[in-house]
């Protein structure tokens, strides 16, 4: 997952992370959050400030959540996709080693003599 936020990349190691929209979506729905506090503390009794300080701590641990679930669905995804794969490419090659005329791919059964 080239550009991937949080690892993979080019070149590195190791998958994850979320991708350009990923991250945008969940600073949308953090902008939101911080929209609603705001409104939400505007009046409130204890400090505008400190309320709105703690709602908004709150609406960081809330993008980090979706942000680390929407990562995990994606490895999920790519795991999967890479066992479908691999399980694909091992009944293409033992088709291939029996179209060529060997019990097994490698055995040497199926030698030719001249």
Known sequence: MAGA????????????????????????TFGQNALANAQAFGGAGMGHSTGQT????????????????????????MNAFNAQNKAGLSQGIGGLGTALGGGSF???????SG
């Open 54 to 77: 703690l709602a908004d701590a709150g609406a960081y641990m809330g993008q980090a959540q979706q942000l680390q679930q929407m990562s995990q669905a994606d490895t999920q995804a």
């Open 5 to 28: 936020i949080g690892g993979g990349g080019k070149g590195g190691g190791g998958g994850g992370g979320v991708s350009p929209a990923q991250m945008a979506l969940s600073q949308f």
């Open 106 to 112: 490698g055995s040497n059964s199926g030698s030719m």
